[in-house]
């Protein structure tokens, strides 16, 4: 199924650019948004243990979300990188420079640790370190906005999901997502897997 998510620096309390900073507003070209495309498709294997490890580490609070609900972990397989963090435009990324680039790893989430109310990540790298800084943004992030086709209404439709991209040194850049089955994004992949 393909899709898109987008985060943004605002979400991260890096004191540049969320709501009770003076410095810099969310829609501001130097507050970075990086978009991520590709086919998300439900983990299988070892993926979902490793998926199901890091989302919960993350979002505890998954753990006890309703069985009834058939939440399964998914995986946005990367094609396009587009990031935007300063003048002049935006900048695409080749996913191989996005994955071999490594995000620093003093924030709330090293070490398997959860996130902490009002914790300060780290300082991003600078904006011309386009694959550094995207990795940085994708590893900080803990929400985004999922976009996919919609089956019911043949358009674009958006969701807010949590995510997670791994834990420590252990991050891989890719987007993992905890989906409900009644989940749109959810039972389109599957309907169109198979």
Known sequence: ???ALTVSEAEIDSSRCNRKSPSLDP???RCAKL???????KSSGADIAIGKAVLFARHPQMQHWPSSHHFEVHELILRDIWLIDFFGGGELIAV????AAA??????YADGAT???GAIAMKPPPYFKVAERARWLMYHSSWCALGTNSVRLMAPWG???????????????LPMLYLPTP????????????
């Open 159 to 173: 969701n807010v999901r949590s995510l997670a991209d791994g834990l420590g040194k252990n991050s891989t850049g």
């Open 103 to 108: 995000p620093k790893h003093t924030t709330p």
């Open 183 to 194: 989940d749109p994004p959810a039972w389109t992949c599957m309907l169109t897997a198979g």
């Open 35 to 41: 978009t991520l495309s590709g086919n998300l498709t």
């Open 96 to 99: 191989a420079d996005f994955l």
């Open 115 to 117: 996130a902490v109310e």
């Open 27 to 29: 829609e501001d070209p």
């Open 1 to 3: 199924m393909p899709a």
